[in-house]
T-cell receptor, first 117, second 113 residues
Framework: GAVVSQHPSRVICKSGTSVKIECRSL??????MFWYRQFPKQSLMLMAT?????????EQGVEKDKFLINHASLTLSTLTVTSAHPEDSSFYIC?????????????FGPGTRLTVL | DAKTTQPTSMDCAEGRAANLPCNHS???????VYWYRQIHSQGPQYIIH???NNETNEMASLIITEDRKSSTLILPHATLRDTAVYYC??????????????FGKGTHLIIQP
């Protein structure tokens, strides 16, 4: 149980284009999902908290107009990187909070590697 | 959430127990100790968590000192597949744990054949 998937697993795009990344909780409902970013040889950094049916909460320094988050259902959150540039190249990872687990530990997706040319 | 300190890297022989330390001297009474690991180019994986008692599950054991200022994650019989970065995270569950996780640099555990 508590499986989270991400699609695509890797994507290469041209500078200036937009890329959408999907995060799905496969066997549980997730009222809250989180988006992280990880640059090479660095740790994960929380970008935003996505709540079903409401606006996402962004961490300081993360541009909400550049990283659009939609959490339209209890099993799907999407992150759209708009007008991507090479500095947006990173490993994007989502996690979902499963309320059925006693202490709400988060379960992570496998990540999406974005390369912007 | 309290800050944690972990060694940058550790080696362990395959088949031996891997003991990964974590210092969290500023932990407060309502904060839990969580451990996650990240195998290269994958998403993090939850391992175990605890408040003050020692905990064991199918993956590992967690030993928390009586003063709760440090803890040790024990992988009892390490295999090559346990090579990963291990993150010790201290977090409060106020608000039902609705906050994202703050990852430090973690410990890169390398299991040697």
């Amino acid at each position: 149980g508590a499986v989270v998937s991400q699609h695509p697993s890797r994507v290469i795009c041209k500078s200036g284009t937009s890329v959408k990344i999907e995060c799905r909780s496969l066997d549980f409902q997730a009222t809250t999902m989180f988006w992280y970013r990880q640059f090479p040889k660095q740790s994960l950094m929380l970008m935003a908290t996505s709540n079903e049916g409401s606006k996402a909460t962004y961490e300081q320094g993360v541009e909400k107009d550049k990283f659009l988050i939609n959490h339209a259902s209890l099993t799907l959150s999407t992150l759209t990187v708009t007008s991507a540039h090479p500095e947006d190249s990173s490993f994007y990872i989502c996690s979902a909070r499963d309320l059925a687990h006693s202490y709400n530990e988060q379960f992570f997706g496998p990540g999406t590697r974005l390369t912007v040319l | 959430d309290a800050k944690t300190t972990q060694p940058t890297s550790m080696d362990c022989a395959e088949g031996r127990a891997a003991n990964l330390p974590c210092n969290h001297s500023t932990i407060s009474g309502n904060e839990y100790v969580y451990w996650y690991r990240q195998i290269h180019s994958q998403g993090p994986q939850y391992i175990i968590h605890g408040l003050k008692n020692n905990e064991t599950n199918e993956m590992a054991s967690l030993i928390i000192t009586e003063d709760r200022k440090s803890s040790t994650l024990i992988l009892p019989h390490a295999t090559l597949r346990d090579t990963a970065v291990y993150y010790c995270i201290v977090r409060s569950l106020r608000g039902g744990g609705a906050d994202g996780l703050t990852f430090g640099k973690g410990t890169h555990l390398i299991i040697q054949p």
